[in-house]
C-alpha cells in the first residue's frame, strides 16, 4: 500500500536514513554508562543504553527517548534526530521546528494509550504534501522513536493511514536486531490489524489481532504470558518504550490564566498552567527545599528585588501566589508580565518533576525513579535574555543527574544561548 508516496511496511526499520539537520552538541551530559549494568525482565544483560539505579532490576535505568523519527511527517522527510538530556530545535519559521515537537508528543500519548483519534484530530495535515494516493485514496504518515534503557535501544515505528479513515496500518518494534512485534493491515474492512510477536518457544511467533486505533507496543503487556525467554524479552523491550514514552509533559504556559486566585484543589501544574497559585500553594509546605530553589530562580528572573515566593489564602477560599520583596508590599503574581509567569512556570515544572504535574505517572514505577521529559514548544517565548540564560541553567544542571529531560523549539536569538552553554544540543531544520 502506497500511503506517503512509495510506502509499505517493508520501509520500517531501525535504520532510518540521516537527517539532513545541523546538529551542535557542545559537551552534552547524560546519564553515565556502567560496566554492571541492571538485567531487564529478560533476564539479559543489555548491549548498551544508559544505566542508573534502583531496586527492580527492570526499572533501574530511567528509560528515555535518545532519537526521534520522521520518515514522513508533514514537512519533514527522512528526519532522524538525536535526543540529548536537553535538546532544542531551531530554524526559522516553517522549519518544522513545532512539528517535531508535535510527533514527540504524539508518541507519548499513544503510549500513554490514548486513542489514535484523539491524538491526530486533524490527521490529514500531517501527510507530507506531496504525498499520492494509491488506488484506494489511502494516504498517510510515518514516525518512530528509539528509546534506551536496561534493554538497549529500542526502536518503535508507526505507519498511519490518515485517508480516507485514520488507522494504524503498520508497527514494528525492534531491538538488538531482532523483530518483537509487527502488524499489518490485512483486511481493510476490518477495525484490527494482524499483530505478531517473538516467542521463542514451540512456536516462534503467536499472532493476534490488535485494535487499529491503539499502540500495539503499549498493549503488549496485556496480550503477553510472559512465559519463554522471547516473551520475556518481548516485554521488557515494550515496557521500556512505554515507560520512556509516558514520561513527556507538555508544557505551555498561558499567562493569560494565570494571574487570577484559584481555589486549592490537588496541587497537580496543569499544561497551561492556569493553575500555578494553587501547586505554589502546595510546594510551599510540602517541598520546601525546591520551593526555596524556585524562589531563587524568581529572583534571576523577575523585574526588580525579589527575597522570596509565597502564598496567600483569601477570604473567598482561594489562594494567590506573591513575591515578596523584603520591607516592600508583596507583588501578586498577577502584577507580573507574560514573560516572567512564563519563566516561573517553567521553572516550576524543571524542579518539581512527575509527582507535581498533571501527568499519566506509572503505578509501578518507584516514585525515586519517576522521570520527566519536559516538553516545551516555544521555550523561550517572551523571554528576555536573562530569563533564557537562567533557565537553560537551571535545565542542564538537573538534567545531568537523569532525572529529568527536556526538548523544545527556540528562536534564533535563543539558540545563539543554548550553542553556548554546555550540556545543550541545539538542531538546526534551516540546513
Known amino acids: 500500500m502506497d500511503l506517503t508516496g512509495g510506502f509499505t511496511l517493508d520501509h520500517l526499520s531501525s535504520a532510518a536514513p540521516s537527517s539532513r539537520a545541523r546538529v551542535s552538541v557542545p559537551e552534552a551530559r547524560g546519564p553515565a554508562a556502567s560496566e554492571n549494568r541492571p538485567r531487564g ?29 520522521l520518515s514522513a511527517f508533514a514537512g519533514h522527510r527522512a528526519a532522524v534526530h538525536a535526543l540529548g538530556p536537553v535538546t532544542l530545535f531551531a530554524g ?98 476490518r477495525t484490527t490489524v494482524q499483530a505478531e510477536w517473538h516467542t521463542a518457544g514451540s512456536t516462534p511467533v503467536t499472532r493476534a489481532p490488535l485494535p487499529d486505533d491503539l499502540l500495539g507496543t503499549a498493549l503488549l503487556p496485556l496480550r503477553v504470558a510472559g512465559k519463554t525467554p522471547g516473551q520475556l524479552e518481548v516485554l521488557a523491550a515494550a515496557e521500556q518504550v512505554v515507560i520512556g514514552l509516558r514520561s513527556a509533559f507538555a508544557c505551555d504556559p498561558r499567562p493569560e490564566r494565570m494571574r487570577a486566585p484559584v481555589l486549592p484543589g490537588e496541587g497537580r501544574l496543569r499544561r497551561g498552567c492556569g493553575n500555578l497559585a494553587e501547586v505554589l500553594h502546595r510546594t510551599h509546605t510540602d517541598c520546601p527545599r525546591r520551593h526555596h530553589r524556585l524562589a531563587t530562580m524568581a529572583g534571576a528572573g523577575c523585574a526588580g528585588s525579589v527575597t522570596g515566593l509565597a502564598v496567600q489564602e483569601l477570604p473567598e477560599g482561594t489562594v494567590r501566589a506573591v513575591l515578596e520583596r523584603g520591607g516592600r508590599p508583596a507583588t501578586p503574581l498577577g502584577r507580573l508580565g507574560d514573560g516572567e509567569l512564563r519563566y516561573l512556570a517553567l521553572a516550576l515544572t524543571l524542579l518539581t518533576g512527575p509527582g507535581v504535574l498533571a501527568m499519566d505517572r506509572i503505578a509501578e514505577v518507584p516514585d525515586a525513579m519517576q522521570s520527566l521529559t519536559l516538553l516545551a514548544d516555544g521555550l523561550d517565548r517572551g523571554l528576555d535574555g536573562r530569563q533564557v540564560s537562567e533557565l537553560l541553567g537551571l535545565a542542564t544542571g538537573i538534567a545531568a543527574d537523569g532525572h529529568v529531560r527536556v526538548a523544545g523549539t527556540v528562536g534564533d536569538r535563543a539558540a545563539g544561548e543554548a550553542r553556548r552553554t554546555p550540556g545543550v544540543t541545539v538542531v538546526d531544520l534551516s540546513v
Do not use: M, N, W
Open 41 to 69: 525482565r529478560s533476564g539479559r544483560r543489555p548491549e548498551g543504553g544508559p544505566a542508573g539505579e534502583g531496586e527492580d532490576g527492570g526499572l533501574r535505568a530511567r528509560p528515555a527517548v535518545t532519537e526521534l523519527r
Open 92 to 189: 526559522p519559521s516553517g522549519s518544522g521546528k513545532s512539528t517535531t515537537l508535535r510527533a514527540y508528543e504524539a508518541l507519548a500519548r499513544l503510549g500513554a494509550g490514548d486513542p489514535l483519534g484523539e491524538v491526530f484530530p486533524d490527521a490529514a495535515d500531517c501527510v507530507p504534501e506531496r504525498a499520492r494516493p494509491d488506488a484506494q485514496g489511502r494516504r498517510g504518515f510515518r514516525i518512530g522513536c528509539t528509546v534506551d534503557g536496561p534493554e538497549g535501544p529500542v526502536h518503535l515505528d508507526l505507519a498511519v493511514q490518515a485517508e480516507p479513515r485514520l488507522r494504524i496500518v503498520g508497527e514494528r518494534l525492534t531491538g538488538r536486531g531482532r523483530t518483537l512485534l509487527a502488524t499489518a493491515l490485512r483486511d481493510p474492512g
